[in-house]
C-alpha cells in the first residue's frame, strides 16, 4: 500500500497540554548501527556528496554481485544538507558506465529498521523486499541497481516531495562513486505505490533538480497523486480498517514538518497512545494499531487538518497532482482502474496533464481490486519497457 496523506490529526483552536512533546513522542528510535549515525557538520557539501561507503555482504536471494551502502548528501523540505542511504547492487557481470536503475521500494513505515537498507537483510517475512525476484532479472541484464532509503533519516512516511530529492541524490551519489563506474550510465527509475510516489517526484522534479543526470525513462504504479483526496478516502469521517497508514502518514509529515504540524499538541488520549506505538512500527503493525480508527477519533474536538490551511497546504505540496511540473523523460504509469484504495481520478488527471505537457506516456490499466496484485502483474513489463530505453528503443505513447 502507498504511502497515505495526514489525515486529521492536527489543526485544532483549542489547545490542551500535550502528553510529550512532537520530538519526544514522534521522532524514530535511532539505529545502533554507527554507519546511520547524522553527520556533524555538512556545512560545504553538496547534494550527491558521498559522506561513507561501505561493503556488504549480499542480501539473501541475490547473487553474482557485489553489495555496497553509500552515505550521501541530500536536502530536506527547507533546503538543509542532511545524510541520507542508498544500497548499491553491482552485477559481477557488467561494463563500465552500463545502465543505472534506481528502485524505490514500497515502504509503509515509520520505524528506520523497514527502511530497504535493514530490510534487504531482514529475516522477517514481514519486511521482506517482495521485489527481489524482479531486482534479479535486472542485476542479471548487467544493470546497477541502486535502492535508496527513500522516506530519509526521520522515517518521513508521507513527505513525498523528500522521497523525489532523495531518489535524485542517491544517483548523484552512486555515479560519483569511483569503484562502481557509473559515472557517464545511462539512468532509469522505476518503483509502485509509495516507491512509485518517490519515482513519480524524482521524475518531476529532476529537470529544476537535477538537470544533469542523464535520465532515459521511469516507470511508476499505484500511485497516490492526490493525498488530500486519498486521506479523505481512509478514515477522514468515518472508522477504515486502513486507518493505521494514514495516521502513520500524518507522523512522517508532522517529522518533516514539525513547525507546521505540531502533531503531538493536538491530540485525544487514544491519538497519544496510538502515536506511542506506533512511531517506530512496519507495514503489519501500523495496520493493526489503527484498524477500526478515524481522525475523529484521534483529534481533540474531532476536527481535521484540512480545516488548518497551513496544514492542508503541507499535504497539497507533497501531492504530485497539484505540483505544476512535469517530467521530461519517457514515462510507463501503470494501475489498476478500480483500485480501492487509491483515488484512480487523481491519477487519471495527471496522466492527462503530463499527455498535453508532450510526455511521452505509455499507461497500462490492469483490472484487479487490489492495490498490490497490480504491483506484481505491472513491474515485468515496466522493466521490458525501460530496457527499451536503455536500449535506445523510441518511446511508445498512448496519450
Known amino acids: 500500500?502507498?504511502?497515505?496523506?495526514?489525515?486529521?490529526?492536527?489543526?485544532?483552536?483549542?489547545?490542551?497540554?500535550?502528553?510529550?512533546?512532537?520530538?519526544?513522542?514522534?521522532?524514530?528510535?535511532?539505529l545502533p548501527d554507527?554507519?546511520?549515525?547524522?553527520?556533524?557538520?555538512?556545512?560545504?557539501?553538496?547534494?550527491?556528496?558521498?559522506?561513507?561507503?561501505?561493503?556488504?555482504?549480499?542480501?539473501?536471494?541475490?547473487?553474482?554481485?557485489?553489495?555496497y551502502q553509500l552515505k550521501f548528501v541530500t536536502t530536506d523540505v527547507n533546503g538543509k544538507p542532511m545524510a541520507a542511504?542508498?544500497?548499491?547492487?553491482?552485477?559481477?557481470?557488467?561494463?563500465?558506465?552500463?545502465?543505472l536503475l534506481s528502485f524505490q521500494h514500497v515502504i509503509n513505515a515509520v520505524g528506520l529498521q523497514c527502511a530497504p537498507s535493514q530490510a534487504l537483510w531482514t529475516s522477517d517475512p514481514n519486511l521482506a523486499i517482495r521485489e527481489a525476484p524482479a531486482l534479479n532479472v535486472a542485476l542479471q541484464k548487467g544493470w546497477a541497481v541502486a535502492i535508496p532509503d527513500h522516506l530519509g533519516p526521520r522515517s518521513a512516511y508521507g513527505a513525498a516531495l523528500l522521497g523525489g530529492r532523495i531518489t535524485l541524490d542517491g544517483i548523484r551519489a552512486v555515479r560519483a562513486f569511483s569503484a562502481a563506474n557509473l559515472a557517464k550510465s545511462k539512468v532509469a527509475m522505476a518503483g509502485y505505490s509509495g516507491g512509485g510516489m518517490a519515482t513519480a517526484w524524482a521524475a518531476a522534479l529532476a529537470p529544476t533538480y537535477a538537470p544533469e543526470l542523464k535520465m532515459v525513462g521511469a516507470a511508476f504504479g499505484g500511485v497516490p497523486m492526490d493525498l488530500i483526496k486519498m486521506a479523505q478516502?481512509?478514515?477522514?469521517?468515518?472508522?477504515?480498517?486502513?486507518?493505521?497508514?494514514?495516521?502513520?502518514?500524518?507522523?512522517?509529515?508532522?517529522?518533516?514538518?514539525p513547525k507546521q504540524i505540531p502533531m503531538a499538541d493536538h491530540l485525544t488520549p487514544l491519538g497519544h497512545a496510538m502515536l506511542n506505538e506506533m512511531r517506530n512500527a512496519c507495514t503489519n503493525d501500523i495496520l493493526r494499531i489503527g484498524a477500526g480508527h478515524s481522525a475523529k477519533q484521534v483529534a481533540e474536538g474531532g476536527k481535521q487538518v484540512f480545516e488548518d490551511p497551513v496544514a492542508r497546504k503541507v499535504v497539497q505540496d507533497n501531492s504530485l497532482a497539484l505540483f505544476p511540473g512535469h517530467p521530461q523523460i519517457p514515462v510507463f504509469e501503470w494501475h489498476s482502474p478500480i483500485d480501492g484504495l487509491i483515488p484512480v481520478d487523481a491519477i487519471d488527471a495527471t496522466d492527462a496533464r503530463y499527455c498535453r505537457a508532450g510526455v511521452r506516456m505509455e499507461m497500462v490499466r490492469i483490472p484487479t481490486p487490489d492495490?498490490?496484485?497490480?504491483?506484481?502483474?505491472?513491474?515485468?513489463?515496466?522493466?521490458?519497457?525501460?530496457?527499451?530505453?536503455?536500449?535506445?528503443?523510441?518511446?511508445?505513447?498512448?496519450?
Open 85 to 99: 542511504i542508498t544500497t548499491l547492487m553491482l552485477p559481477n557481470r557488467r561494463v563500465a558506465d552500463g545502465p
Open 34 to 67: 554507527p554507519f546511520y549515525s547524522a553527520q556533524p557538520n555538512l556545512k560545504g557539501r553538496h547534494a550527491g556528496d558521498i559522506l561513507q561507503v561501505r561493503g556488504r555482504e549480499n542480501p539473501p536471494g541475490f547473487f553474482d554481485i557485489k553489495t
Open 1 to 30: 500500500m502507498a504511502v497515505i496523506a495526514c489525515v486529521g490529526v492536527v489543526g485544532m483552536t483549542v489547545v490542551p497540554a500535550p502528553m510529550a512533546s512532537a520530538a519526544q513522542v514522534a521522532a524514530p528510535t535511532p
Open 233 to 257: 478516502g481512509l478514515g477522514y469521517d468515518n472508522p477504515h480498517p486502513a486507518f493505521g497508514l494514514a495516521f502513520a502518514a500524518a507522523i512522517g509529515l508532522a517529522r518533516e514538518y
Open 371 to 399: 492495490h498490490m496484485t497490480a504491483a506484481v502483474l505491472g513491474v515485468l513489463p515496466a522493466l521490458n519497457y525501460l530496457s527499451d530505453r536503455f536500449d535506445g528503443k523510441p518511446a511508445p505513447s498512448n496519450c
